[in-house]
């Protein structure tokens, strides 16, 4: 097997307080998955030391002090694929993935805007090329149109950022949902990474 430096990066990031829930079982099979042919750096937000609120003086700068954050800062530059697994809450992901996105994805790391001093700036995507999954659990039943979580992480994260290739699987309706059909949505994890990597 190939060592670890020589294997492109992958970007497991799990977003839930539980720490034996479903969306736990469904990072780690996302890590397993991606084991087998990356590198993969694992963060449980939930469990790591970070604010994710941007403080005031950091907008300005367009640069973060943070040791912590400036560690995931370098994970994002480095990672080709993302995977994030987190529950639906109001629509969106939790708040404290959703200040990782404002913290992390920043000027310099996913996206930049280049241009002469005191003339208008074109916006440069800096991820692109990279591929980005998303696993989210709701208690909803499928909606008829779009799915909230997707146009967000799709259209106003990834697609923003030079990611055309994202793919997000909601697995709706998880509250009423049997043993078996968790454990068959946790074994059906790796064949969807698998597919988005061909």
């Not at 829930?21 to 469990?47: I, P, S």
């Not at 403080?55 to 530059?77: G, I, M, W």
């Not at 909601?170 to 597919?195: L, Q």
Request: glycine content about 6%; proline content about 7%; overall charge negative.
């Amino acid at each position: 097997m190939p060592n670890n430096d020589t294997l492109p990066r992958a970007l497991v990031v799990l977003c839930h307080p539980n720490r034996t829930g479903f969306n736990q079982a469904v990072a780690e099979a996302a890590r397993q998955a991606l084991a087998a042919t990356h590198a993969v750096d694992f963060l449980d937000l939930y469990r790591e030391d970070f604010d994710p609120v941007i403080p005031a003086a950091e907008l300005p700068r367009k640069f973060s002090f943070d040791t912590t954050t400036q560690r995931y800062n370098d994970l994002v530059k480095n990672a080709s694929v993302y995977v994030f697994a987190h529950p639906d809450w109001w629509g969106g992901p939790p708040a404290l993935l959703k200040g990782f996105v404002d913290r992390v994805f920043r000027p310099g790391v996913a996206y930049e805007f280049e241009g002469y001093e005191f003339l208008s700036k074109k916006k440069s995507a800096l991820l692109k090329g990279k591929k980005a999954l998303v696993f989210t659990t709701t208690d909803y039943p499928a909606p008829e149109g779009d799915d909230p979580s997707a146009v967000i992480w799709k259209k106003n994260v990834f697609d923003y950022c030079g990611i055309h290739d994202a793919r997000v699987h909601t697995f709706y309706d998880t509250f009423n949902s049997s043993f078996e059909a968790r454990h068959a949505w946790i074994e059906n994890v790796g064949e969807k990474i698998a597919a988005a990597l061909r």
